[in-house]
């Protein structure tokens, strides 16, 4: 498979990479620098430099040419209000154009549960995220496009231990970003898997046997 991810450069973006890697999948993407392609073109990835809040849908379509799937892992990370908008909504609507254009079906986007850390009341930067998060979730799952939502708990660095729980709704707890970035590999990999929202937390289930099970419950 060949695959173009937007946040290559990112937590998840970049295990992601990895995974497809040694899935045997060619692996590219889109980054702001030049420094950032020549780094990645060492590690046998084809980054393509674009801005993704100023390109447009026409020329982002240019740079997924010859892909099977899009992989949109990428975030403002409490850039600010209008970072997030420029990103987390905007950058996903988009590529759901770009997609159109150059004809790439498949779309796996990175979002976040609705009740993230609701509890902590962290203001309203943070309420402004989740409803661009939103946002960019219903423009992509009434895309017409063969979409997936992966919405996983909260973020860890630590080693992905290969196990999660994954389905229509779980519970929002933590999850490794390598056990995220794995998970969506295998979503990617997997069509019958396709316009579904699934939530991604720590659990029990070997990642590929929580794929299968959800193929079975689709």
């Not at 254009?101 to 979002?111: K, P």
């Not at 423009?139 to 196990?163: F, H, K, M």
């Amino acid at each position: 498979m060949r695959v173009f991810i937007i946040g290559i450069t990112g937590g998840v973006g970049s295990r992601l990479a990895r995974t497809l890697q040694e899935r045997g999948d060619t692996v590219s993407g889109l980054v702001r620098r030049s420094d950032q392609r020549e780094r990645l073109r060492t590690a046998g990835i084809e980054a393509r430099v674009g801005d993704l809040t100023t390109i447009t849908p026409d020329d982002l379509a240019g740079l997924m040419r010859d892909v099977d799937a899009i992989a949109f892992t990428a975030g403002a990370g409490g850039g600010g209000h209008d970072a997030t908008s420029a990103i987390d909504r905007d950058g996903v609507i988009k590529t759901i154009t770009a997609a159109r254009i150059a004809g790439v079906a498949r779309i796996g986007l990175v979002s976040v549960f609705p009740e993230a850390w609701r509890e902590r009341n962290l203001g309203a930067g943070f309420d402004h995220y989740i409803a661009m998060k939103k946002e960019a979730d219903i423009a992509l799952t009434q895309s017409g496009l063969d979409w997936i939502v992966l919405r996983p708990a909260v973020l860890l660095d630590d080693p992905g231990r290969g196990t999660v729980a994954l389905g229509p709704a779980e519970l929002h707890g933590e999850i490794t970003r390598q056990d995220v970035a794995d998970t969506l590999a295998a979503l990617l990999h997997e069509p019958r898997i396709s316009r579904q929202i699934l939530e991604l937390n720590h659990g029990d289930a070997w990642i590929e046997e929580a794929v299968e099970t959800n193929i079975r419950a689709a």
